[in-house]
């Protein structure tokens, strides 16, 4: 189960400005901790939206991260299998290009931009170091993204939920693989709210396989040995996942077309609200219109409209694409 208090890790306080800031109780006075010492300042923007006071960053997005994502590009145009659809991959490898452009300011047409813009001052976005408090006009920081999926069949009019989850399973697969390419040092969450996800994400992911690399590539990195390819990725619940961080979040919270028996599950605030805040520097949500655009039944339940409230504020904030998955060629 999901504690109540579970929000950002911080490290001080402030004092409350009125009694709507408190609760007192038997065992005392709670008070909100403002300053956040690992989200980004933007994805620290996104999780506040809940909580009465905004919160302090004292973390930034490092350039490097745009650097990194530039060097996906390298996994195209040659002759490696990653155990991985290979059109999945290439549209993986295109979103990620595509965010990596807009760190770096450069022109794309591969994402949609956020329709909120964050309200964190781009002085304080782009500062690397405590001392550091000057703007960096080359460097636009990143931490919500979002997948839009559309899964289809080539080979069935029609199929089932666990079909599609095969489908979002070969996505959180390839995204795997590129960031396992191109960053290599840092750690991988892949949050589900099923266990159905969860196995189906494991089973795609014991298919991946390590590129054989060049003997000039071979020199240049041999800190990762084949038996630790995915060491650093962990694929489980969200309730499992509580409590711990990662510097690449992927969540799972799509359905297919005319599925919303889940709606009501998958639109839990707490429930993704635990799951985006385990990001510590990029979170890409995978979902979809079912989830996004839900009947309007789904309303008549308070806590789930406020799930709903949070999701479209994520939808927002973030750099998003569409992507079309035949589930009927898996």
């Known amino acids: 189960m999901f504690s109540q208090g579970e929000g950002p890790v911080v490290r001080s306080v402030s004092q409350p400005d009125s009694q709507e800031n408190t609760a007192s109780s038997s065992q005392g006075t709670i008070i909100q901790l403002t300053e956040n010492f690992r989200l980004n300042p933007d994805l620290g923007e996104f999780v506040a939206t809940i909580y009465s006071h905004q919160f302090k960053p004292q973390k930034v997005q490092s350039r490097k991260l745009a650097l990194r994502l530039q060097g996906i590009a390298d996994m195209s145009g040659k002759s490696r299998d990653f155990g991985v659809n290979s059109h999945i991959l290439a549209k993986m490898e295109t979103f990620l290009l595509g965010l990596s452009d807009v760190m770096l300011r450069k022109p794309q047409s591969v994402l949609k931009a956020p329709r909120f813009r964050t309200n964190v001052p781009l002085a304080e976005l782009d500062r690397e170091t405590e001392s550091q408090t000057i703007s960096d006009p080359t460097h636009q920081p990143v931490s919500l993204s979002l997948i839009q999926l559309k899964t289809w069949s080539s080979s069935a009019e029609q199929f089932g939920y666990e079909t599609h ?6 996505i959180a697969a390839a995204l795997v693989a590129a960031l396992r390419f191109c960053a290599p040092e840092d750690d991988i969450f892949v949050a589900t709210p099923h ?5 189906a994400v494991k089973s795609a992911l014991g298919r991946l396989k390590r590129p054989e690399k060049t003997l000039e590539e071979t020199l240049e990195d041999v800190t990762i040995e084949e038996e630790n390819y995915l060491d650093k990725v962990t694929v489980d ?3 499992r996942l509580q409590g711990s961080e990662a510097s690449f979040v ?5 359905l297919p077309e005319v599925h919303s028996a889940d709606l009501g599950f998958l639109l839990g605030r707490r429930r993704l609200n635990v799951a985006i805040s385990r990001a510590k520097t990029l979170c890409i949500l995978v979902t979809s219109s079912q989830v996004l655009c839900p009947p309007v039944s789904v309303f008549a339940n308070e806590e789930t409209a406020k799930g709903y409230a949070f999701l479209k504020a994520y939808e927002d904030r973030a750099w998003s694409c569409d992507v079309s998955v035949d589930v009927g060629g898996l």
């Open 165 to 170: 989850v095969h489908g979002e399973a070969a």
């Open 250 to 254: 992927i969540c799972l919270f799509s």
């Open 237 to 239: 619940t969200i309730e």
């Open 195 to 199: 266990r159905v996800q969860r196995e």
